[in-house]
């Protein structure tokens, strides 16, 4: 199954609902990768470690699996990426007021949502292909694809992607792989 509807299944929710969910929390967390990433915050590398150290692409193997998600690497990437539990309180509430949706769900939904953008990010390099990776996903790249620029206006997320766009060519998706490529180095 795919990490939506995994996700979708361990919170309780409906699958448009959790896609909805998905889109209003995924900003919040590629924000958090991305400063994560930048050199104050311990740089590229301190990112890659954490995501490695933390499993990698199998952090998406994880979430998608029929077990009971660990919520632990959800929440060490949380730590990482907002540096609080009060940041993820009010990601959750803002996701709240903007979707209608419980925030409790949402804080539940949050370290699963980490969980599956890490790995789907890991394993898009290095994977045995990316069709593989992508249908694993179950529809996050396409969720990814939307809140990065393309796609729907997943809640007003436009200045985001020239945000995450590293190095100016429009497309802040590659930089957001590229990132996360050299975790198989």
Known sequence: T???????????????TTQTAA??????ILGGFKKQAQPSAGGLGGLIDMMGGLGGGSLLDAVVGN??????????ILGQI??????????AGQAAQTTGIDPSILKKMLPLLAMAVAGYLSSQRGAPSQASAETQSGGLGSILGQVLGGGQNVGGLGGLASMLDLDGD?????DIIGMAGKLRR
């Open 23 to 28: 889109g209003a929390l995924l900003p919040a």
């Open 170 to 174: 429009g497309n802040p998706l590659d």
């Open 82 to 91: 907002f540096g609080s539990k009060d940041v993820s309180r009010t990601v």
């Open 67 to 76: 077990a009971p998600t660990p919520q632990e690497p959800g929440n060490e």
């Open 2 to 16: 795919g990490a939506l509807e995994s996700i979708s299944r361990e919170v309780g929710l409906d699958s448009a």
